[in-house]
């Protein structure tokens, strides 16, 4: 009988999960790169149409998928939701340091857990929240409040790991309608709308450089959502997720080197506690998982046998 833990493939999945990592941190890099060029909110809209191009092989799932009044509205409002992430997050790389942006958005789980007990009914077990709680504390080390001055760019990332949790809590009931692959079509094309307004208003003629580096952003966030989704196909959450840590150590070095950022040991350990945080919820959540689909005929059974046989006690079978 071919069971879960044989399909498992644990270092396959560590392997695109290191690649979808180094992926978003190369993302990250080339927005922070272009700097002041081009409005934030133009910059969002432009990634964002540029992303559509590779939405051609699912365009055919697209047309063909039902959409019922409820869907369109539940796609509408994850559009502007996660339109309003997209502008706060491109506005934070502009104001502080790469490490800060990549350990504040470790949070967009933790607010996902609570918008799922809060909107879905899903149970908050006293595991979860010790797990929220040191999150919260890891966001407190990284913020230091009265210790340091909080910048716009600080609340624009609160406020980014907010709203993504929204969308991705609306995208875990959607999903249970409609293919993966045609909610993560509409997202890029309801984004796109909803960005079309607000970058109207900042609108610059682009130079060709900001488009081409525009172009490769969207190309290295489109290939870091691929190579997750394969990371996710060859092995558990589980497994998977402590090696998005090297995000943080990536977007560290890359501050440091390229954009000339210190190394706050701080945001490093609030960072690091966060991702702890997170790991055990994703954990705790795959064990239960594994629990619901595991069959009885596989689940080893314990055989009391007598000392007198001369074999020690609970022996599993």
């Not at 409002?77 to 104001?95: D, E, K, N």
């Not at 900001?210 to 997750?228: R, S």
């Not at 490093?268 to 594994?290: H, P, Q």
Request: aromatic share 10%; glycine share 8%; net charge positive.
């Amino acid at each position: 009988m071919t069971t879960i833990a044989a399909q498992s493939r644990p270092l396959a999945g560590m392997f695109w999960m290191l690649t979808a990592g180094m992926s978003f941190v190369i993302m990250t890099a080339l927005v922070k790169s272009m700097g002041t060029t081009m409005h934030p909110i133009q910059a969002a809209f432009l990634r964002y149409l540029f992303g559509l191009v590779f939405l051609i092989p699912a365009l055919s799932a697209i047309v063909n998928t039902r959409l019922t009044k409820r869907l369109v509205t539940m796609f509408g409002i994850r559009g502007a939701i996660h339109a309003l992430g997209v502008m706060l997050w491109f506005f934070a790389m502009t104001q502080i340091p790469l490490a800060e942006v990549t350990a504040m958005n470790y949070l967009t789980p933790v607010y996902v857990t609570l918008g799922a007990a809060l909107f879905l009914g899903e149970k908050l077990a006293f595991r979860r929240i010790a797990a929220i709680l040191v999150a919260l504390i890891g966001t407190a080390i990284i913020l230091r409040p009265g210790f340091r001055e909080i910048s716009p760019g600080h609340l624009a990332m609160l406020g980014t790991s907010l709203t993504l949790g929204g969308s991705y809590i609306l995208a875990k009931v959607i999903v249970a309608d409609v293919r993966p692959s045609v909610v993560v079509a509409h997202l890029s094309i309801w984004v796109t709308l909803f960005l079309i307004p607000f970058a109207a208003a900042v609108w610059t003629p682009p130079s060709w450089s900001d488009l081409g580096v525009l172009f490769l952003i969207a190309c290295f966030a489109t290939g870091g959502h691929y190579f997750m989704t394969l990371a996710l196909q060859a092995a558990p959450v589980a497994v998977t997720q402590p090696v998005t840590f090297l995000q943080l150590i990536w977007a560290t070095l890359l501050g440091a080197l390229v954009f000339h950022e210190g190394v706050d040991i701080w945001v490093v350990a609030g960072g690091t506690l966060i991702l702890a945080a997170v790991s055990f919820i994703t954990w705790r959540e795959a064990v239960l998982k594994r629990r619901e689909i595991t069959p009885p005929g596989i689940t080893p059974t314990v055989r009391v046998v007598s000392p007198r046989d001369g074999a020690p006690k609970n022996v599993i079978d």
